[in-house]
């Protein structure tokens, strides 16, 4: 049974209570520098995106781009990771269709390295652009383990209060969400 808590209510050992009771993973961490209403909405099983264009667009690129790589490699209520490479260490790969939301496809990669170096697995990251052709390094420091965890706290305080109210913002356009925050005004 989850408890309800306001933000100004939350306490570090209400945090951690919080924490344990929501099963955060990679797409939070990315939802949450995207939108907080989007995080709280997908949290909460309100979920739209099956039948967005971008994200048939992204399927796409991940079926059709590499093809000889073992793709989604998944662990139960923390990752889905689009492929892994062994031939020299463990390095995690996850496939974008554009660098517009880098930040968070960097925070979700480090939440991915966070999560399996604290299970004591080393590994590298690497953020995939097939329609760029780049690929772009993400590596696991102390500061992002700092700010892997720091996040973990704000995705559970965000999650477990009230819906957030829609902000307009110059990435709503392409959200699977936008007719359901703004309705007609859309």
Excluded at 16 to 27: M, P
Excluded at 119 to 133: D, E, F, K
Excluded at 138 to 157: C, F, H, Y
Aim: charged share 30%; hydrophobic share 35%.
């Amino acid at each position: 049974m989850k408890t309800w808590f306001t933000m100004d209510e939350m306490t570090n050992e209400q945090d951690e209570a919080v924490q344990s009771d929501i099963s955060i993973t990679g797409i939070h961490f990315q939802y949450y520098l995207v939108c907080h209403r989007k995080l709280w909405l997908y949290s909460h099983n309100i979920r739209f995106e099956s039948e967005h264009e971008n994200v048939h667009i992204g399927r796409f690129l991940h079926k059709d781009r590499y093809k000889r790589e073992k793709k989604e490699i998944t662990i139960p209520g923390a990752m889905a990771v689009d492929f892994i490479r062994t031939s020299d260490g463990l390095e995690l790969c996850e496939i974008k269709k554009s660098k517009r939301l880098e930040p968070a496809h960097k925070l979700q990669m480090m939440f991915y390295l966070s999560y399996l170096k604290e299970r004591g697995v080393s590994a590298r990251g690497t953020i995939v652009y097939p329609l760029m052709n780049r690929r772009e390094p993400v590596t696991l420091d102390e500061d992002g383990i700092m700010r892997v965890n720091s996040v973990k706290t704000e995705i559970a305080k965000i999650v477990t209060n009230e819906l957030p109210p829609p902000v307009r913002m110059k990435s709503c356009r392409k959200c699977a969400y936008e007719d359901f925050c703004f309705g007609d005004a859309a």
